[in-house]
């Protein structure tokens, strides 16, 4: 494993440190895949990358985009949906091609031909230059729940209760949560060229200790992680703080 740790002081430091390690990818190419993800931890770094577009100092004209993930049974008009996350938080705000940018279909009538759609298209674009990734409690990346066996594919998943607790605060109740996501596999993960892992919060410092430090096994996908050979963690204080503890070095 190549790995480097940058810990900033908050979320606002690690958001800019993610969004300045993304727009150097656009910038060295601009025509890059993108792997993308939703919840709280990257909204601050897209904003940033928004700020920076509407300058004129990075442009997304050419990039292609890949999600991670995507609730089954949503539609992407749907103000819950990952597609409207994407378009709301990042897309509307950016020059990008909407036609460049790729989410799983939630509403397919047949969830795993989607699924091996998302994988074949994802492998026609080259898998991602650059994969960013949130990091759930429970170790999951994507919507890989902690579970006996890495699965490859993009597949069907059915959530866990602490994931379906821990997405409960943008529905109206924990019952609103859908049950069911399709993900981006390990495969398509780990056959991004770079890897950026980004975590915020006291409430993520197991998990990112447990994926770094801990065993390599599908009861916490993110310790895959271990066999990439380009892995970039950029975490606040908070989440690192387990990793510091244990005394793995880390950049300032
Ligand atoms: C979202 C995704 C998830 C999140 C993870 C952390 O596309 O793939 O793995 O990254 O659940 O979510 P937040 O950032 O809300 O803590």
């Keep these: 494993?190549?790995?480097?740790?940058?810990?900033?002081?908050?979320?606002?430091?690690?958001?800019?440190?993610?969004?300045?390690?993304?727009?150097?990818?656009?910038?060295?190419?601009?025509?890059?895949?993108?792997?993308l993800a939703t919840g709280s931890t990257p909204v601050g770094a897209y904003k940033q990358l928004a700020v920076w577009n509407q300058?004129?100092?990075?442009?997304?004209?050419?990039?292609?985009?890949?999600?991670?993930?995507?609730?089954?049974?949503?539609?992407?008009?749907?103000?819950q949906s990952y597609r409207y996350f994407m378009q709301t938080n990042l897309f509307d705000h950016i020059d990008i091609d909407i036609a460049k940018t790729h989410v799983p279909d939630?509403?397919?009538?047949?969830?795993?031909?989607?699924?091996?759609?998302?994988?074949?298209?994802?492998?026609?674009?080259?898998?991602?230059?650059?994969?960013?990734?949130?990091?759930?409690?429970?170790?999951h990346i994507g919507f890989n729940e902690p579970c006996d066996r890495f699965v490859?594919?993009?597949?069907?998943?059915?959530l866990t209760q602490s994931t379906i607790d821990a997405n409960a605060r943008f529905f109206a109740s924990a019952d609103d949560v859908p049950r069911q996501a399709l993900?981006?596999?390990?495969?398509?993960?780990?056959?991004?060229?770079?890897?950026?892992?980004?975590?915020?919060?006291?409430?993520?410092?197991?998990a990112v200790y447990n994926a770094f430090c801990g065993p390599i096994t599908p009861q916490c996908?993110?310790?895959?992680?271990?066999?990439?050979?380009?892995v970039v963690l950029v975490g606040d204080k908070a989440a690192l703080s387990k990793l510091a503890a244990a005394g793995v070095p880390v950049c300032e």
Excluded at 118 to 138: I, K, M, P, T, W
Excluded at 152 to 158: G, L, N, P, W
């Design 1 to 35: 494993m190549i790995m480097r740790i940058y810990q900033e002081a908050d979320y606002a430091a690690m958001s800019r440190r993610a969004a300045n390690l993304i727009a150097a990818e656009v910038i060295r190419k601009p025509n890059c895949v993108l792997g």
């Design 55 to 79: 300058q004129g100092d990075l442009s997304f004209k050419e990039v292609q985009s890949v999600n991670l993930d995507e609730y089954k049974g949503l539609a992407p008009s749907h103000d």
């Design 106 to 139: 939630g509403l397919a009538a047949d969830a795993d031909t989607e699924c091996a759609r998302y994988d074949e298209l994802v492998r026609s674009l080259g898998y991602a230059d650059l994969q960013l990734l949130g990091l759930g409690r429970n170790g």
């Design 152 to 158: 490859k594919e993009t597949h069907v998943v059915d």
């Design 183 to 206: 993900t981006m596999g390990i495969g398509c993960i780990m056959a991004a060229r770079r890897v950026l892992l980004i975590a915020s919060g006291e409430d993520k410092a197991d």
């Design 221 to 230: 996908p993110a310790s895959i992680l271990q066999l990439h050979n380009d």
